[in-house]
């Protein structure tokens, strides 16, 4: 089981350790940062890129604060649609983490097509092996076939997993700002056939 709930979002290694113990599967555990609406304020303000590094690779190599409990995977990263200034500095941060413990990075996209892409940018620029980078809620995202065939011709994984949302609901993604754009999220069997298409 991967449990990619980083800082921001509540992490809890030693309740992920009981569950582990309790249960007998391996669970692995996200480092990094979410959405920058979920980091407070005070704790931003201190937050350099090298703070950031660090924060994450000890987290991988040594383990949580005093736990010795240690992150397998950089994620899931969050950035929103436009991505702040403080999401492309923990996603540039998470680049050079990976670089320094070969940890895979997963990242949650902003509600655009755009923004996969443009995670993509700032992680290739910042050095990012993109074959170990997984892209979430693609299927919520991207409505577009070639579009999704753009994103996987950049070597990301695709992350199709809103799977079970079986209910009609119209959704806002936007092409920019200026251009909204009313969707239906698909549906399991809309997701599959998506699936199948790009295989």
């Known amino acids: ?12 290694p030693l309740a992920l350790a009981r569950i582990s113990r309790a249960t007998g599967l391996n669970v692995v555990m996200g480092a990094g940062y979410y959405t920058e609406a979920t980091i407070p304020q005070e704790v931003r303000t201190g937050l350099t890129e090298d703070k950031m590094v660090d924060t994450i690779v000890r987290d991988i190599t040594d383990g949580v604060g005093k736990t010795g409990i240690r992150a397998g995977i950089i994620g899931e990263i969050g950035t929103e649609w436009p991505m702040s200034d403080f999401e492309r500095k923990s996603l540039r ?6 670089k320094e413990t070969g940890a895979p990075i997963n990242v949650h996209t902003g509600t655009s097509p755009s923004s996969p892409f443009e995670i993509v940018r700032v992680l290739e620029a910042a050095g990012g092996d993109l074959s170990r980078v997984g892209i979430s809620h693609v299927d919520s995202r991207i409505f577009d076939h070639r579009i999704a065939v753009e994103l996987a011709r950049t070597g990301v994984y695709l992350g199709y997993d809103s799977f079970s949302l079986e209910g009609w609901y ?12 009313k969707c239906d999220v698909p549906n399991d069997a809309g997701r599959l056939n998506e699936i199948l298409a790009l295989i």
């Open 93 to 98: 941060a998470s680049a050079i983490a990976q």
């Open 1 to 12: 089981v991967v449990d990619m709930t980083n800082n921001g979002i509540g992490r809890d």
């Open 170 to 181: 119209e959704r806002r993604t936007v092409l920019s700002e200026d251009n909204p754009l």
